[in-house]
Each structure stands twice: as C-alpha cells, then as structure tokens.
C-alpha cells in the first residue's frame, strides 16, 4: 500500500476519497491525505456510528438499541483493490469503504457486508450472479434551466452536450466503469447510461464510482446532474433499473431451458422468487418519500407487482436470450428501483429473494404483456396483480412481511426501519412540490 501511496503522490494525487452509501442511498465520505493511505487501509478512518441513522434530510434518529447517543466510533476502512485515480477530479484517488467495528470486527450495519454475505450464500447453493445498473438522470444549467429542450431520445438533445457526453464517457472508461450507452431519455434533459455487468459487489461499488464521475463531468461543462427519483410531478422521473442474472458452472439458468422463453426450472424459480418478494424489495429498492410519489400507475416507473417478457411497464422485466445476443444475455430487470436506494442493499435483497424462489422451486405464473395499469380493479385482482406500496404505511408493512429483517439482521433492519420512520415524519403534510425539491440535490 506503501507504493500504491507513492506512485499516486508521483502522479499529483493529493487525497482519496473513501465513499460509501448510507441507508438512504446518500453517498458519504471521508478523505485523507495520500500520505495517510497505508496507515488508513491498515487501521481506518474514523467516522460516527450514527451514520446509520441519518435519514434523507440529514436529520439523525436515536432510536435502535446501540445508536442512541452520539458515543463510539466506526473505522471506515479503503477497499485496496478498488482504488482508483478519478480522471475528472487528477488530484483525488476514490475508493468504496467498508465499515469495521474497533476491534477489526464486522459492524452490523455495513451495507456491503451485507451483500458479502448474500453473495456466499449464493456460492454455496452452486450459484453466482451478475448484475448491471441502467441510471438515468437530469441535467440543468448551474443558474437553474434545464440543459436542453427537445424531442425525447434526439441525438440534437446529446449534441447540446457534447462535451459533457465526451467527458463523461473518456472519465468512465479512464475510471475502469465499462458502459453499454449514453443517450438522451424520454424525460426533459433526461439521460440514461448503463454500467457492464460485474459481479455484484462489484456492481455496486461501480454504481458509486459511476455517479462520482458523473457528478464531476457535469460540474466541468456548467452543469448539474440530478439523480432524484422525481424531478417533476407532472412527468416521469428517474429510475435506476437493476439487471441481474443467475448462473450455475457457468451456464445462464435463464436461458437454454425446457420453460416459456428458454427459462430452466431453476431460472423461473428465481424470477418467481423475486415476484414473491416484490413487495418487500420494493421496500428497499425504492425507499423514499420521492420514490413513492414516483411509483404510480402510467409514468414507466412500474407501478404494480408482475412480471412481463420485454415489457417496460412490468416491475420485472424479462429480457430473454435471442439468437443475436446469446444466451448471456438474458437477465430479470427489476424497474421499481431509484438513487434513494442503498445499491449493497437493493442487490442483497433481490439476491435472497431470488436464491429462496430457487429453494424453494417456485413457479412463476404466466407473463402479462400488457399494461395492467389500464385494467379494472375486478381483472387485476383476478389476476393476482397488486399495487406496489404507494404510502409509508404500505412501505413499513412490506418489510416487516417480507424476509428482509433476515437478509439485514435485526441491528441494521432496526437503523433502516427508524429512518424511514422519519422520512415518514418529515414529508407528513408537505405539499408534492417541496417534497420533490427537497430530494433534488441529494443523491
């Protein structure tokens, strides 16, 4: 680590930034000097264990056992084979954090330890996953308008910002973030990229890396980008799709099978097991007072629990193998999914949801390749179809049904609970307006 510090110094970087995200999908961080570097991936950095308890609004909730006074401390510890030069900010070095208990222990409330284990689990039932993120985001100008107006998905919207675009894409790939596309969504100044598959806690550190860079790249051409789930009552926010597959000795089990559209037993197994599930994935995929205002009916954000082959209103979204593609290609979209999200968390859950349906030999009921939203209440109650949680009430009831108090462990399940209790709390009897403006910076 000694070298890695020096040849960084040698290249005029002068800080790493270690990131992590909190319980409402907020990036966090500490930097040291680069000089410090050995001694914080041997010991850590320093930071409050209250953390775990901030809510969206930077407000802190001594609630759960452990977290009710501002005493103790957490060691913020470097991931060492993930640091990385930030090609948009030369004089920074950027790595994802794991947080250790003084001692050198597991904290209970580290989100990626928490993937960690859902990812062991899933060796030893035979299985390994990959996942990639789809993120769309908004661009405005500094002094407030939006970057661009025009038709939606029109390369005249990218050439307005080229040089952002051209940016953007050297810094990624400079950063080692390998991206499908960048291009212009439907939104107003909306864009969409989407990361390469990894394994996924890789993933989710890249979705991390990913915003960073982002972030930078606009600020050098004059520009915001915002992440919020909604930026607009009126019109469709931003989603951050979640695309996982499922494999065995190498071979995708959602493709190649006996099942409708190529799935094994196996692989619809793991889509039923997410459709079961939904609800309490949900939950945490999309947890914020924006993103329930986000989930409705209509607006492609998903608003009902079922699944559908390529269909983009579907909350799960099946994108079979094609003889184009190959059979790698095929993997489950999950759509009810945002910034304010935990990106360790939203994988651990689908992860566990999915390795249950597989335990359990779940099998998936048949697609719907329509758009439910537009059916009476009497045929999607015929059908089984449900709404996702649309209130905090909904929310709250979904995760204490579902199995995510398991996949969390109580102390953390306790720390996100109480902080959803108080996003609750805060946006009670505020108008649409100000709860939408109040998220717009924040991710």
């Known amino acids: 680590m000694r070298k890695t510090a020096e040849r ?5 970087v002068v800080g790493l930034i270690v ?4 319980n409402n999908g907020i990036p966090r961080s500490r930097t040291v000097p680069i000089g410090q570097l050995p001694l914080a991936a041997e010991r850590g950095v320093g930071v409050s264990p209250l953390f775990a308890v901030f809510d969206t609004h930077d407000g802190i909730t001594y609630g759960p056992p452990g977290l009710s006074t501002p005493s103790g401390d957490v060691r913020l510890v470097p991931v ?7 090609a948009g900010q030369p004089a920074f070095a950027w790595a994802p954090g794991r947080q250790m208990n003084a001692d050198g222990t597991p904290w209970p409330y580290d989100q990626r330890g928490v993937l960690q284990r859902q990812v062991e689990a899933a060796a030893r039932a035979g299985l390994e996953f990959r996942a990639g993120y789809e993120m769309e985001f908004r661009l405005s100008r500094e002094d407030g308008p939006l970057a661009v107006v025009g038709p939606s998905y029109s390369p005249r919207l990218m050439l307005e910002v080229d040089g952002f675009a051209a940016q953007v894409m050297g810094d990624l790939r400079a950063n080692g973030v390998e991206i499908g596309q960048l291009h212009a969504e439907y939104g107003p100044a909306q864009f969409e990229l989407n990361i390469a598959p990894a394994d996924p806690v890789t993933a989710a550190d890249l979705q991390l890396l990913t915003r960073q860079t982002v972030h930078a790249a606009a600020r050098a051409h004059g520009l915001r980008a915002c992440f919020a789930p909604l930026t607009d009552g009126a019109r469709v926010g931003n989603g951050w799709h979640l695309h996982t597959s499922v494999t065995r000795d190498g071979v995708n089990l ?3 099978g006996d099942g409708p559209h190529g799935l094994t037993a196996d692989g619809a197994a793991y889509l039923a097991g997410l459709l079961r599930e939904l609800p309490s994935i949900a939950a945490v995929t999309a947890p914020s007072a924006a993103s329930l205002l986000r989930l409705r009916p209509g607006f492609f954000s998903s608003a009902y629990a ?3 082959v390529e269909n983009r209103e579907a909350a799960l979204r ?26 360790y968390l939203s994988l651990a859950v689908v992860i566990a949801a999915g390795l249950a349906g597989v335990a359990d030999r779940l099998v998936s009921p048949p697609p719907v390749q329509e758009d439910p939203g537009a059916w009476t209440d009497e045929r999607r109650a015929a059908a089984g179809i449900h709404r996702l949680p649309a209130t905090f009430e909904e ?3 979904a995760l204490n049904a579902g199995l995510v108090r398991a996949v969390l462990g109580e102390e953390l399940f306790g720390a996100f609970t109480v902080v959803r209790a108080a996003d609750r709390a805060w946006a009670e009897g505020r108008p649409v307006d100000e709860v939408i403006a109040a998220h717009l910076w924040r991710y």
Do not use: C, M, Y
């Not at 960084?8 to 005029?12: K, T």
């Not at 990131?19 to 909190?22: P, T, Y």
């Open 8 to 12: 960084l110094a040698e290249d005029g």
């Open 19 to 22: 990131a992590w995200a909190d």
């Open 80 to 86: 060492a084979d993930r640091i990385v030069r930030l």
């Open 254 to 256: 959602l493709s190649g």
């Open 306 to 308: 079922f699944w559908g």
């Open 318 to 343: 099946f994108v079979p193998s094609t003889g184009l593609l190959g059979a790698a290609h095929a993997n489950v979209e999950l759509k009810p999914s945002d910034a304010s999200a935990n990106p």
């Open 395 to 397: 929310q709250r009831a």
